[in-house]
């Protein structure tokens, strides 16, 4: 069978390469910044009408701007999109029942993580980027609501040289349509694909449900036109999984997104049934209870068991025990920490619990102090972020 390949990247150099202009003769780059928006940045400081980010700028005139239409055709993968399965022996893959086409079943979020601006340091969610790809990653979770997130992602794919190999999980999230006009959903798709610099969206979902009537018809035109091949519905509060599991259970969806945590197990039941009878594959939010759970097992050592299924840290016991339900597809952790990218993309490694283990390890959880109390804790304990989204720990008991 074939094995995920392992790159070796050279970034800037590789990319200096195919743009075929000499960078050395221009300022210095800003630490991570994509050599094509440092060259939009440049003619913009030189009065040409170019704006510093992906928003206003289409990837057709960016290509004509600088005469690399080209070298899009010569370099697809710099560019646009293709299937983004893997074939492996050796890494947790999991089909979409829909097509069969196989998914590494750890994927990339970027709520929050993902959400940092042009010019401040950001050059660590590209060793991320890199060492979730490397270690067999392909899927990658973001939304329009998500800051910088898109942003970020397509800079880094494009500096990477692997925008054609990920699978993209974006999402709609427009309130224009309550009249069925979808103008403003058609409108962020074309931003989010200019951000993503893909002519198409593996996964497209309506984030939250809202709007999804019109939201879910729209898509399923995108999706007849070739523009995205997949398309579903998210949400991660489990007092909606009632509006959600309809969506399921009539079969109309490719993939629902959830949350699904040892320590929020409501998907189980209506949810994870629902989409084993349907055929619609599952994407797992919040699988750290936005790192709630690591602070309940701060200090304490794995349980010895954890060895039989190959967990070496936490991360990996939390994401094991996900992955291994039937009907989940793929988890998706967020991370802004290289260091713990390389802890989550290891548990696609070594065996899964199966129905037996994952009881036991469940068992373990619920003797740790608070593990009935997760998701009453603030989210995201002692962190800050500071991108375009503004939140900080939410008070106790505030609803996610
Ligand atoms: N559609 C929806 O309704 C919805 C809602 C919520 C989330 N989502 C999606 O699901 C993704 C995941 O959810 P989430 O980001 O809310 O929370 P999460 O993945 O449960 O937790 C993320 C937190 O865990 C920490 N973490 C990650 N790996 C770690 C490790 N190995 N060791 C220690 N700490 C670790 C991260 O901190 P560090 O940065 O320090 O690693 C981060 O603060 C989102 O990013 C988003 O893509 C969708």
Known sequence: ?????????????????????????LPPITSGENPIYFILRRADMKGCNFSQTSEDISRRDVLKAFGLGTVALAFPGLLQSAPASAETAEIALKPIPRTGEKVPAVGLGTHMAFDVKPGKPREHLREVMKIFYEGGGRVIDTSPLYGMAEVNIGDYAT??????????????????????????????????????????IDLMQCHSLVNARTVVRTMQEWKKD?????????????????????WVEKGALDFVQVRYSLATRVAEERILPAAKDTGTAVMVNMPFEKARLFKI???????????????????????????????????????????????????????????EMRNRMLKHMETIPGFDKVAKMPAYPGKKFDGVVKRGSRKPGKKE
């Open 297 to 355: 097992v701060k200090g304490r050592p794995l349980p010895d068991f954890a060895r039989e299924i190959g967990c070496e840290s936490w991360a990996q016991f939390f994401l094991k025990w996900i992955i291994s339900h039937p009907a989940v597809t793929c988890a998706i952790p967020a991370t802004t920490n290289p260091k713990h990218q390389a802890d989550n993309i290891g548990a696609l490694k070594g065996p899964l619990p199966d129905a």
């Open 1 to 25: 069978m074939a094995v995920v390949p392992q790159i070796s990247i050279d970034p800037v150099s590789d990319e200096q390469k195919i743009i075929g202009l000499n960078l050395e003769s």
């Open 226 to 246: 070739g523009r995205i091949r997949y398309l579903g519905v998210t949400h991660h509060q489990p007092s909606y999984f009632n509006l959600v599991a309809p």
């Open 159 to 200: 500096a990477l040289g692997i925008t054609r190999q990920l699978f993209i999980a974006d999402k709609v999230w427009v309130t224009g349509e309550w009249l069925g006009d979808d103008s403003h959903a058609q409108k962020q798709f074309r931003r989010s694909m200019e951000r993503l610099w893909r002519d198409q």
